[in-house]
């Protein structure tokens, strides 16, 4: 197998493709990349809680998984097409995607203090133990965490500070290329 450069690897999934790549755009690349993990690793740790715990997690717990795993992989889509994208045309999507990681923010924060105990929150889940922790850790908090403030940190930085686009109207690419607004 031919040994692929990073930006011919990035190329060939089509993450990173933003006319002009500045900071926020890199911070939406890797929130997306981040978020494929927490996607993955999420999976696992489904398939891991149920074989150790059984599936009888109870409504609230099964519901809320169910929707923050939906979230995340929407979000993950919106993240990296917010790579590949001026700050300009996706700026909609860079709002949406800044409310969701500021409300996902405060859930991941209960979520992980209820993980190692410190809150206890019996009507959503009983605190695990053993592997169902273990792999909860590395899904919510090494990666979900990780996505959600790579993604929030971006999506702000395309919306407040917009680096791709000249402070006299036209963007980046257009003033680079010497072409008018």
Request: proline share 4%; net charge positive.
């Given at each position: 197998m031919k040994n692929m450069a990073p930006k011919g690897f990035f190329n060939s999934i089509?993450?990173?493709?933003?006319?002009?790549?500045?900071?926020?755009?890199?911070?939406?690349?890797?929130?997306?990349?981040?978020?494929v993990c927490f996607v993955v690793t999420h999976?696992?740790?489904v398939v891991v809680t149920c074989v150790v715990s059984g599936f009888n997690w109870g409504a609230p717990a099964w519901?809320?998984?169910?929707?923050?795993?939906?979230?995340?992989?929407?979000?993950?889509?919106?993240?990296?097409?917010?790579?590949?994208r001026t700050s300009a045309d996706f700026r909609r999507g860079n709002v949406w995607i800044s409310v969701w990681a500021f409300a996902t923010l405060g859930a991941r924060i209960i979520d992980t203090l209820m993980l190692f105990g410190v809150v206890k929150w019996s009507a959503v889940y009983v605190t695990p133990t053993g592997a169902v922790l273990w792999s909860n850790v590395v899904s919510e908090v090494a990666f979900g965490n990780a996505f959600t403030v790579t993604a929030l940190v971006g999506a702000l930085m395309l919306l407040l500070c917009p680096q791709d686009v000249?402070?006299?109207?036209?963007?980046e690419k257009q003033r680079l290329a010497g072409a008018e607004p």
């Amino acid at each position: 197998m031919k040994n692929m450069a990073p930006k011919g690897f990035f190329n060939s999934i089509g993450l990173f493709q933003a006319p002009a790549l500045t900071a926020g755009h890199r911070c939406m690349g890797m929130a997306a990349l981040l978020g494929v993990c927490f996607v993955v690793t999420h999976l696992v740790s489904v398939v891991v809680t149920c074989v150790v715990s059984g599936f009888n997690w109870g409504a609230p717990a099964w519901v809320l998984d169910i929707l923050g795993f939906l979230a995340g992989l929407f979000f993950v889509v919106q993240c990296w097409l917010s790579s590949n994208r001026t700050s300009a045309d996706f700026r909609r999507g860079n709002v949406w995607i800044s409310v969701w990681a500021f409300a996902t923010l405060g859930a991941r924060i209960i979520d992980t203090l209820m993980l190692f105990g410190v809150v206890k929150w019996s009507a959503v889940y009983v605190t695990p133990t053993g592997a169902v922790l273990w792999s909860n850790v590395v899904s919510e908090v090494a990666f979900g965490n990780a996505f959600t403030v790579t993604a929030l940190v971006g999506a702000l930085m395309l919306l407040l500070c917009p680096q791709d686009v000249d402070p006299l109207g036209g963007n980046e690419k257009q003033r680079l290329a010497g072409a008018e607004p």
